[in-house]
């Protein structure tokens, strides 16, 4: 059990409940080739858990009988995975949206220098982590020199034409605090990006999504050992907003480990919160192929209140314009 669970589950957050199924979030394996501070996931090159090419199949199915209308592939680093580019292909030929979160540093990985073409070959949107638009930052996040080969992976994208006005390869970049702090307004913070990163490295981007940090797995416990974990839960509840919880990401998308197991999203899924109110204690995909999860609760905690804190904070960014 991770030490904040037990914390988390103390706290009362509203009740929720699912709306349709409209995407499917699938963490593919939890090796990467960083380990970054604020990472929910605790991934890193030493992790070994990976999706099989079974469950791949499993999740392929899952697209085509379900009718869902876009596929989110996480990781760790998701093109670490031996699968990944057979999932992708299989994917966009049933007209599958296709989500790759992208760390950016992974196409100068030996083997992967192929990597934008193929993404641009697939019209793959890519989602990728960029914490800040300065060097100092982001190295300090996520390892000595990842801010320069972040860039030029932007760059080579953009050769690509991902990002570019008229173009339809979507390139989205995304932001994390670096401490136990809210993001800033979102719009204000991607202006400051586009005309920090286009002046300086030329690059062009679609948008910005910042995300709060959420108080698990790495985060979280470096929260405990400075003794920050309390206030910024404290920050998180005070700053909830009701009107933010209609936006949450887990009433339209269901999440899936590396094993196939079911999770009403990436956070529950690190804590080990399966779907609650099934006939298994821990469903699996290949058992809800036919099941209707429309109306059905929705597992919380403590840590939800990262969603919903607040311009609210979800997998596709801010929910709210911060001004409202």
């Not at 970054?36 to 070994?48: D, E, F, S, Y």
């Not at 982590?129 to 972040?150: I, M």
């Not at 699996?284 to 209140?305: K, M, Q, W």
Request: glycine share 8%; proline share 6%; with cysteine.
């Amino acid at each position: 059990m991770h030490p904040t669970l037990p914390l988390l589950e103390k706290i009362a957050f509203p009740p929720l409940r699912r709306a349709a199924l409209d995407t499917l979030q699938i963490n593919v394996g939890y090796r990467c080739n960083q380990s970054c501070v604020h990472c929910h996931v605790a991934a890193g090159p030493n992790r070994t858990e990976e999706m099989s090419g079974a469950v791949i199949d499993t999740v392929l199915a899952f697209l085509e009988r379900r009718r869902i209308t876009t596929l989110d592939i996480t990781g760790g680093a998701p093109e670490l995975n031996p699968h990944f580019r057979r999932l992708v292909t299989a994917a966009r030929d049933i007209g599958v949206r296709v989500m790759d979160r992208c760390n950016l540093t992974i196409m100068e990985v030996p083997g992967h220098e192929d990597l934008a073409d193929f993404l641009a070959g697939q019209q793959v949107e890519i989602v990728a982590s960029l914490p800040c638009y300065s060097v100092d930052n982001v190295d300090q996040q996520r390892g000595k020199g990842v801010f320069d080969a972040s860039i030029r992976g932007l760059q080579a994208l953009n050769a690509r034409g991902y990002g570019r006005n008229g173009s339809d390869l979507v390139l989205n970049l995304v932001y994390n605090p670096q401490g136990p702090s809210l993001p800033p307004p979102q719009q204000t913070l991607e202006a400051d990006y586009k005309r920090v990163l286009g002046e300086q490295h030329g690059v062009v981007f679609n948008k910005l999504y910042t995300l709060a940090n959420m108080p698990i797995q790495r985060f979280g416990s470096m929260l405990i050992s400075k003794q920050q974990f309390a206030p910024y839960l404290r920050l998180l509840q005070e700053s909830h907003r009701d009107d933010n919880l209609d936006g949450v990401m887990c009433r339209n998308l269901i999440s899936v480990d590396w094993q196939g197991y079911v999770y009403d999203c990436d956070f529950n899924q690190m804590l080990d919160l399966p779907l609650p109110h099934m006939k298994s204690a821990r469903p699996h995909l290949a058992d809800l192929i036919e099941v209707d999860l429309t109306g059905s609760p929705i597992r919380v905690a403590g840590h939800c209140f990262g969603c919903t804190a607040g311009q609210g904070s979800s997998c596709g960014g801010a929910l709210k314009d911060a001004a409202e």
